[in-house]
């Protein structure tokens, strides 16, 4: 059995086998030469929340999930890593962001699949820019899926929680990188008309929350397949507050409708199930305001399932 590991521990069932096996028994530290699998990487900052006029806390998200996570159970053989936790304590989110994209760059190069722990959705850029490192001179098509209520496409003096798709956007259009934006959860009633001309001037692909029920669900869900079908890897991005606020009330910004976990769960199957999935992070959780670890807990369950289908599509 694994030594444990720092923020992991929970219970233990009998008989202690591999089919009794939870998370907090099977994670490690990642050395050099380990075996590809899951690698959880924390990123403990909720300055972009802060530049974004929100209600901080997410800084104190990896540690939750880490909790959440732990008593999850095993379900496959692929190795499980905790490459820590990236700190934003000085208000440099620039300096953090790129200590997080090159060690995540680092963990992708290693055959890893990186799993970001936020901290407020800043994560995406600082996500966005390892997965371009990693890719090189490589030119091949990236997909950005996000769940969410808000495009993050804002025009800002600082780089905050509510720009890092308008960042990734132009940094790929600059080094030459195919890039399809597709976000699912949008809310016609937190975004404004300017962000809409922006989604709509950049070809983003998004689907709006009322669009999103359970009747409309097939088609929405053939939509996505067809669309990447057409690309070459995929980069996953939740963030929390894209679920109804009963579901998720431990957020920056809570929602007034948001999409329930029974359409939320089957587009993160179709997205895991390409077997072209590279990285994902969860964003937004924030313990301060959660209630019961509620959002914590479905935040856990939405990696527990991701990590798993992604697993089982890439070893067919």
């Known amino acids: 059995?694994?030594?444990?590991?720092?923020?992991?521990?929970?219970?233990?069932?009998?008989?202690?086998?591999?089919?009794?096996?939870?998370?907090?028994?099977?994670?490690?530290?990642?050395?050099?030469?380990?075996?590809?699998?899951?690698?959880?990487?924390?990123?403990?900052?909720?300055?972009?929340?802060?530049?974004?006029?929100?209600?901080?806390?997410?800084?104190?998200?990896?540690?939750?999930?880490?909790?959440?996570?732990?008593?999850?159970?095993?379900?496959?053989?692929?190795?499980?890593?905790?490459?820590?936790?990236?700190?934003c304590t000085d208000g440099d989110l620039e300096g953090a962001q790129r200590r997080y994209a090159d060690r995540l760059a680092d963990l992708l190069d290693a055959g890893h699949f990186p799993v970001g722990l936020g901290g407020g959705h800043e994560i995406a850029f600082a996500t966005y820019q390892g997965l371009a490192k990693h890719l090189g001179a490589r030119r091949p098509r990236v997909a950005i899926v996000n769940?969410?209520?808000?495009?993050?496409?804002?025009?800002?003096?600082q780089a905050s929680s509510g720009t890092p798709f308008l960042q990734a956007i132009e940094h790929a259009a600059a080094l030459g990188l195919p890039l399809d934006y597709c976000v699912y959860g949008i809310s016609a009633a937190a975004n404004t008309r300017a962000l809409f001309d922006s989604a709509d001037q950049l070809g983003v692909h998004y689907v709006r929350d009322d669009e999103l029920g359970l009747l409309a669900l097939p088609q929405r869900l053939a939509e996505l397949q067809e669309k990447l079908a057409k690309v070459d890897a995929i980069y996953l991005t939740i963030d929390i507050d894209g679920l109804p606020h009963a579901m998720a009330p431990g957020v920056s910004a809570p929602a007034a409708r948001g999409v329930p976990m029974e359409v939320v769960e089957p587009l993160l199957d179709v997205?895991?199930?390409?077997?072209?999935?590279?990285?994902?992070?969860?964003?937004?959780?924030?313990?301060?305001?959660?209630?019961?670890?509620?959002?914590?807990?479905?935040?856990?369950?939405?990696?527990h399932r991701v990590t798993h289908a992604a697993s089982r599509a890439t070893s067919r």
């Open 1 to 87: 059995m694994n030594a444990a590991v720092e923020g992991w521990s929970g219970r233990v069932d009998l008989p202690d086998t591999a089919a009794t096996r939870r998370w907090h028994q099977w994670v490690r530290e990642p050395v050099a030469g380990a075996a590809p699998g899951v690698a959880v990487l924390g990123f403990a900052c909720d300055e972009g929340v802060r530049r974004n006029h929100g209600r901080v806390g997410a800084a104190a998200g990896p540690a939750a999930l880490r909790a959440m996570l732990s008593n999850l159970p095993v379900l496959d053989d692929t190795p499980l890593y905790d490459a820590g936790t990236v700190a």
């Open 147 to 157: 769940i969410d209520a808000h495009f993050d496409l804002r025009q800002q003096a």
């Open 271 to 303: 997205v895991a199930s390409t077997g072209k999935l590279r990285v994902m992070d969860v964003a937004e959780l924030s313990p301060p305001f959660d209630r019961d670890n509620v959002t914590a807990r479905v935040a856990a369950r939405l990696i």
